[in-house]
């Protein structure tokens, strides 16, 4: 099987920046689409930037200019640097990715998440 990872989440100031990592693991044989997505308490969980295996990019509207998205295909690993943090970028943040595993077989893939919380 496969799974995701991430790291990276915790307590910044507002203002500051964190970089998340996402680690795939398991008998992957290529990733296709990796993203990350959000979920604040009391709202919907949203997508916040994605990449291709090519390197494609798509951005929120909210996190345009503050947010990069990019990942080592080599590695097997997304990476999601944010800068200019603000209150409402506190939620849990989780890794997608679209994984073919070793048997041809495509996994759309979640991890279990790590929380930002961006407070004084």
């Known amino acids: 099987q496969v799974q995701l990872v991430e790291s990276g989440g915790g307590l910044v100031q507002p203002g500051g920046s964190l970089r998340l990592s996402c680690a795939a693991s398991?008998?992957?044989?290529?990733?296709?689409?990796m993203g990350w997505y959000r979920q604040a308490p009391g709202k919907q969980r949203e997508l916040v930037a994605d990449?291709?295996?090519?390197?494609?990019?798509n951005y929120a509207d909210s996190v345009k200019g503050r947010f990069t998205i990019s990942r080592d295909n080599a590695k097997n690993t997304g990476y999601l640097e944010m800068n200019s943090l603000s209150p409402e970028d506190t939620a849990v943040y989780y890794c997608?990715?679209?994984?073919?595993?070793?048997?041809?077989?495509?996994?759309?893939?979640w991890g279990p998440g790590t929380q930002v919380t961006v407070s004084s």
């Open positions: 997608y990715a679209d994984i073919r595993t070793i048997a041809r077989v495509y996994l759309p893939t």
């Open positions: 398991g008998s992957i044989f290529s990733i296709n689409a």
């Open positions: 990449i291709t295996s090519g390197g494609s990019t």
